[in-house]
C-alpha cells in the first residue's frame, strides 16, 4: 500500500507512538509533519532524518496542543491535511480529591480538545482535496476506566465519543474519523510512570512492568510503535474506506477481559 501524495499531520510526534507512527508513514510514502510543544534543533532534525532515510518530505513545526489557536495554526502552517493523526498526549496520576486542576485543564486540553481544534482547521483542507482520514490515538483508557487516572479517561473516551461525531458528519464524503485504542506501550509517558510505582509498591521494575502495567494486558507483551503505525496505515487504505466511527483495539487483549 502507497500513502503517495499523500500528507500526514502528526500531533506530538517527536517521541513515542507519534515519532513511530510518523516513521511508518514515510516508510509508505506519506509526507509527514512532525509536531510538538518545543522547537529545537534536534525536533527538526527528526524530520531531516525521515526524509533522507524514507524519500519523502518531512517537516516539523512547533505549536503547543494546550493551545486552541496553536492547534489551528499547526493545520494552516502544514499547508495540506489529508491525514490527522491526534496523538499529542500526556498523564497525571492521583486520587480524584488530590488531583491538581492544572494537570486536569492540561490533560482536557491536549488529550481532547487540541483533536477538536486541529479536526476543526483539517477537515475543510480534506473536503477540498476529495479524501481525508482522521485517527484519533485513544487508549484501552478510552473503553475502560482505572483508578487515579481521572482526566485521562475522562478525556480518552472523550475522544472516542468525538470520533463517532467526526464520523457520522463526514459519513457521506470520502473521509473517515476513527480512534486506535492502544494497550500499553513502551514509550517515555509509560517509562515515566515506572520509578513512581516501583516506591509506591516497593516492586522491583520487572514486577512493576508485569504485575502493575501488564496486569490487564493478556498477551503480557507491550504493543509496539509500528504496530500502532501499520494500523494507522490500514485505516489510510483503500481495504478501510468504510470503516469509519470505530475502535481498534491494539491491547493484547486487555478489553476483552
Ligand atoms: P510520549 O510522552 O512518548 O509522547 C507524547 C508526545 O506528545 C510527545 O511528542 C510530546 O512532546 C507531545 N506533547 C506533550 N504535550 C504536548 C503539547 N502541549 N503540545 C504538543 N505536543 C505535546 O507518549 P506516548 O506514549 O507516545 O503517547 C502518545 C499518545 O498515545 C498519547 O495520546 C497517549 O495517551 C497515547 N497512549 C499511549 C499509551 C502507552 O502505553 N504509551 C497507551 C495508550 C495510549
Redesign the pocket.
Known amino acids: 500500500m502507497s500513502l503517495s501524495g499523500k500528507t500526514a499531520v502528526i500531533?506530538?510526534?517527536?517521541?513515542?507512538?507519534?515519532l513511530g507512527i510518523a516513521r511508518e508513514m514515510a516508510k509508505a510514502g506519506a509526507d509527514v509533519v512532525l509536531?510538538?510543544?518545543s522547537d529545537r534543533d534536534e525536533d527538526h532534525a527528526l524530520a531531516a532524518d525521515i526524509a533522507s532515510e524514507f524519500g519523502v518530505n518531512a517537516r516539523y513545526i512547533g505549536a503547543?496542543?494546550?493551545k486552541a489557536d496553536d492547534c489551528r495554526r499547526l493545520i494552516t502552517d502544514a499547508g495540506t491535511c489529508d491525514i490527522l493523526i491526534n496523538?499529542?498526549?500526556?498523564q497525571h496520576v492521583a486520587p480524584i480529591d488530590e488531583f491538581p486542576t492544572a494537570k486536569w485543564d492540561a490533560i482536557i486540553a491536549?488529550?481532547m480538545s487540541s483533536a477538536f481544534h486541529t479536526t476543526a482547521a483539517a477537515l475543510p483542507m480534506m473536503r477540498d482535496a476529495g479524501w481525508g482520514r482522521v485517527v484519533n490515538?485513544a487508549?484501552?483508557h478510552g473503553l475502560t476506566a482505572s483508578p487515579f487516572k481521572s482526566a485521562y479517561v475522562a478525556a480518552k473516551h472523550g475522544i472516542v465519543g468525538m470520533t463517532k461525531v467526526v464520523a457520522l458528519e463526514t459519513a457521506q464524503e470520502p473521509i473517515t474519523a476513527n480512534a486506535i485504542c492502544?494497550?500499553?506501550?513502551l514509550?517515555?509517558?509509560?517509562e515515566a510512570q515506572i520509578p513512581n510505582t516501583m516506591k509506591e509498591y516497593d516492586m522491583s521494575r520487572e514486577d512493576v512492568v508485569k504485575n502493575v502495567l501488564l496486569k490487564r494486558q493478556p498477551s503480557k507483551e507491550f504493543a509496539t510503535v509500528e504496530q500502532l503505525g501499520g494500523t494507522v496505515n490500514f485505516l489510510c487504505s483503500d481495504a478501510a474506506a468504510q470503516i469509519t466511527g470505530t475502535t481498534i483495539s491494539v491491547d493484547g487483549g486487555w478489553t476483552a477481559l
Do not use: F
Open positions: 500531533t506530538g510526534s517527536n517521541s513515542g507512538i507519534g509536531n510538538s510543544y503547543d496542543m494546550s496523538n499529542a498526549g500526556i491536549i488529550n490515538i487508549s484501552a492502544p494497550g500499553y506501550v514509550t517515555p509517558l509509560v
